[in-house]
């Protein structure tokens, strides 16, 4: 398309088209069409790639070196422009790169039509997407590793406190506290690896490959790539334009922090409730309610929760939105964006306020976990493993201590109520050590399978984690 920038453009003049318009865009339609209410989140990452451009066609000789370097100075004063909060394009300017051109224009005069030489804005957005994507990735990534952190200082304090553990939601065996925050911290550090390995595809260069079919000009692709440190460039244009692999790959990854966020935000609800007990939240982390003065609710991880719906949808919708389309570019492609957009803001703004609520809004509850192990019948699975050290076939100690535990319950006793002599009576095999066996500290500290909770396997696990996460 041969853009005429020469004339002020508005949204009721066809001045952006080639002579082919004759009639200006219904204003609803303008505003229908644009992007630009979005898109100028990419400014700086248009004109870093539009300089790079520039650059490129004076390199190749398909300008001169001195119009190169009016379009690069004229676009870094774009940036300078826009960084001082002066350059506020409106709808009619469509999206971000008419908008920078035909800035760009009224400032270097005619040499900014220059711009847009061997170029479209198909394969423009997709490098500034890319660019975009590059940078939020890495910071995304070091925002895993500070939650990760703080679940290591946690994992840390607490390698000897105890917590039920549970399947079904049902006590099952109790486990060291650090333990449990450790699983959280191969969760993230899976998300960490993820965004790195997404990172690579993110970071492929389209620029070159024109609307859809390259371009007759001697452009060196590979001269852009490498100015915008990009790893490699698209092979085929057509895939180059039309391609959102990597954007969709992300929301995958950003779904999967956000699956991980949210069972410990559900967790820590679960903990802070009454019933459990198990943690109280601070004042900086927490809110009241407007009608019950006693309450102090758990809106952190309820938001992040909820939150996490939103992205899934942007997931689902990157996805519907590809499925269907016809090489090469098509407009729905514009849609990428607020969903990316989107899914960036809330994954960061969860996993700081997640980071937040375990470094100060909460505290774990060290007694009354302490007595929560203590009261139920979590270590059952120690006393048939007690048996079956002692020689009797596992399954025929899992069906005795079955029926100790119904026996127990309705006399309102717990195991380690049990006295020798009816330890004894339940099998000859019970010693005065089964309650060594059966106490909490014991019962994590004996389950010292590799990767089990044992203290010995925590700590080691520890370890392992901080030298990742220093
Ligand atoms: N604003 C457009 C987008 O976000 C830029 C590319 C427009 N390309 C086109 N052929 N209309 O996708």
Redesign the pocket.
């Known amino acids: ?1 041969n853009q005429d920038l020469s004339q002020p453009s508005t949204a009721q003049q066809p001045s952006t088209w080639s002579q082919r318009f004759e009639s200006a865009l219904h204003p609803a339609i303008a505003r229908f069409n ?3 209410g979005f ?1 100028m989140k990419l400014i700086e990452y248009d004109l870093t790639g539009s300089q790079a451009h520039a650059q490129m066609l004076a390199h190749t000789g398909i300008i001169s070196a001195a119009e190169g370097e009016q379009l690069v100075n004229g676009l870094e004063q774009v940036r300078q422009e826009y960084r001082q909060g002066l350059f506020v394009p409106g709808v009619e300017a ?4 008419f908008a920078v051109e035909r800035r760009l224009t009224e400032i270097v005069g005619d040499v900014g039509k220059k711009l847009h030489t061997a170029r ?3 394969d ?2 997709g490098t500034d ?1 890319r660019l975009y994507l590059r940078d939020q990735i890495q910071q995304i990534r070091q925002r895993v590793r500070s939650f990760q952190s703080i679940l290591l200082t946690l994992a840390e304090q607490h390698v000897e406190t105890l917590i039920p553990g549970y399947t079904h939601l049902q006590r099952a065996q109790p486990l060291s506290l650090a333990h449990h925050l450790l699983a959280y911290f191969e969760m993230s550090q899976r998300d960490w690896e993820r965004l790195g390995e997404i990172y690579q595809r993110v970071n492929v260069s389209p620029l070159g490959s024109g ?1 859809l079919a390259g371009t007759t000009f001697p452009i060196d692709r590979h001269y852009t790539a490498e100015l915008l440190n990009f790893g490699g460039v698209y092979a085929n244009s057509l895939d180059g334009v039309s391609d959102r692999d990597f954007a969709i790959e992300f929301l995958c990854a950003a779904s999967l922090i956000m699956v991980h966020l949210s069972r410990l935000s559900e967790e820590v609800i679960l903990w802070a409730s009454e019933e459990f007990g198990f943690v109280t939240l601070k004042d900086s982390c927490s809110t009241g309610s407007s009608i019950m003065p006693q309450k102090k609710n758990p809106d952190v991880p309820e938001l992040v929760r909820g939150k996490t719906g939103r992205v899934f949808g942007h997931l689902q919708g990157m996805l519907v939105l590809m499925k269907g389309l016809p090489l090469a ?1 098509n ?1 729905d ?5 607020e969903a990316l957009f989107d899914a960036v803001v809330t994954v960061q703004g969860c996993l700081e306020a997640m980071t937040i609520l375990l470094q100060e809004g909460l505290e774990f509850r060290v007694a009354r976990l302490q007595e929560a192990v203590n009261e139920d019948f979590s270590n059952a699975t120690d006393v048939a493993d007690y048996l079956a050290g002692k020689g009797v076939p596992f399954r025929e100690a899992y069906n005795l201590v079955g029926k100790v535990v119904k026996t127990s319950l309705s006399q309102g006793k717990l195991l380690k109520d049990l006295t020798l002599e009816e330890w004894k009576a339940l099998h000859p095999a019970f010693e005065s050590d089964i309650y060594g066996a059966i106490a909490p500290a014991q019962v994590v500290s004996a389950r010292n399978s590799y990767g089990g909770t044992g203290f010995a396997q925590v700590r080691q696990a520890l370890q392992n984690a901080k030298a990742i996460v220093p």
């Not at 469509?94 to 790169?97: A, I, S």
């Open positions: 398309m644009a992007s630009i898109d469509e999206d971000v790169h479209s804005r198909n423009q957005v997407t609307a570019y407009k492609l514009q849609e990428d964006k």
